[in-house]
C-alpha cells in the first residue's frame, strides 16, 4: 500500500490507532488487577508442591533498629545454575547508620539437594559470613550424605581458627536456616496451623541443634495484635527459637508475622548484639525478570 493510499484512508489510520490503543490499555488494567492487594500474597500462591516453584524468587526488606528507620536492608532468593539449586541471604548496613555501625553485613548461602520426589530440600554445604568494618568471621559447611558424615571450619580474618567433623544422624539431616525456610514455606513439617508446634533439627551450634518453631493461637495472636496496634489481616504468628549463633544474638528468638501465603511480611530479631531488637518489614517480591509483586 502506498503512502499517497494511506492518506487517503484517514478513517483507517484512525480505527488502527485506536484498536492498538485500546489493547494496550486493556493490558494495563489487566496487569494493575493481576497485582495482589494484601501484602506478602501473589498469583499462582501454591501451599505445597515441587520445591522448585521458588526459583527465581527474590524476597527484599527494609531494617530498623534502636532509633534508625530504614537503617539497612536485606534478600533472601532462591535460584537454580546448572543445574545446582542455592538461596543467597543477605542483610547490611547502610548511609550513615553503616558507618555508626561499622558497616555490619551477614551473607548466608546454602546448596541444596532435592528429595522427596521433589518436595524437600536437605543442604550440601552452608556457609555463613559476617563482617563487621574490617573483620570477618566465616564458617563453611558441608554434608556427604552417602558417608553421612558434617565436615566443618571457622575462619577468623581469612585464618583458620577450627575445623571438625561429626556424624550426620541415620534419619534425617541438618536443615540450616535457609533449608528450614523454605521447607517450613512447603509445609514439610505440616500444615501451618495456629496453635501448632514443631522442632527443626539444624547444625549443631555451640551445644544448640534444634529450632523450635511455634505458631501461636488464635487467642495469643489477637493479643499480640492489639498490642502492637496492628491491623486485622489473614495471618499467622510465629515464634521461632534458633542458636544464637546464627543471627549473633543473645536469644535466638523471631518473632514473624506471616502472611497466608507463607511470606513473612514483618519480622523481629530479638536481642541482636548491642544493637537491640531488629524489625524487618517487607517491601516487595521479584520472580526472575517479571514485575515485582507483593
Given at each position: ?96 547508620v553503616g558507618f555508626f555501625t ?18 524437600k530440600l536437605r543442604p550440601k ?22 558417608r553421612r558424615l558434617h565436615t ?143
Open positions: 500500500m502506498s503512502f499517497k493510499r494511506l492518506q487517503s484512508q484517514p478513517l483507517l489510520l484512525v480505527s488502527i490507532v485506536g484498536l492498538i490503543f485500546l489493547s494496550l490499555t486493556v493490558h494495563a488494567l489487566e496487569t494493575k488487577l493481576a497485582e495482589p492487594i494484601t501484602l506478602g500474597e501473589y498469583n499462582n500462591f501454591l501451599p505445597t508442591g515441587k520445591t522448585t516453584r521458588f526459583s527465581g524468587e527474590t524476597l527484599y526488606y527494609n531494617i530498623s533498629f534502636l532509633w534508625f528507620d530504614n537503617a539497612a536492608s536485606a534478600k533472601v532468593s532462591f535460584f537454580e545454575e546448572h543445574g545446582k539449586y542455592f538461596s543467597v541471604l543477605e542483610a547490611s548496613t547502610k548511609g550513615f561499622a558497616y555490619r553485613k551477614h551473607f548466608y548461602k546454602t546448596e541444596f539437594e532435592i528429595i522427596d520426589n521433589g518436595k554445604t552452608f556457609l555463613r559470613k559476617v563482617t563487621i568494618a574490617s573483620n570477618s568471621e566465616i564458617t563453611q559447611h558441608k554434608f556427604d550424605y552417602s566443618w571450619e571457622k575462619l577468623v580474618n581469612e585464618e583458620v581458627v577450627e575445623t571438625g567433623q561429626g556424624e550426620i544422624p541415620a534419619d534425617g539431616a541438618f536443615s540450616d536456616i535457609l533449608t528450614s525456610f523454605y521447607n517450613v514455606r512447603n509445609r514439610v513439617y505440616g500444615k501451618l496451623e495456629k496453635g501448632k508446634k514443631f522442632i527443626i533439627r539444624t547444625i549443631p551450634e555451640k551445644g544448640h541443634d534444634e529450632i523450635f518453631v511455634h505458631i501461636w493461637s488464635e487467642k495469643d495472636q489477637e493479643r499480640f495484635r492489639v498490642e502492637e496496634g496492628r491491623e486485622k489481616r489473614d495471618e499467622i504468628l510465629l515464634n521461632i527459637i534458633v542458636p544464637k549463633e546464627i543471627f549473633k544474638t543473645e536469644t535466638g528468638e523471631l518473632m514473624v508475622w506471616s502472611s497466608k501465603h507463607y511470606i513473612p511480611v514483618e519480622t523481629t530479631v530479638k536481642d541482636y548484639i548491642l544493637l537491640g531488637d531488629l524489625h524487618a518489614r517487607f517491601t516487595h517480591r521479584e520472580m526472575g525478570q517479571l514485575a515485582s509483586e507483593g
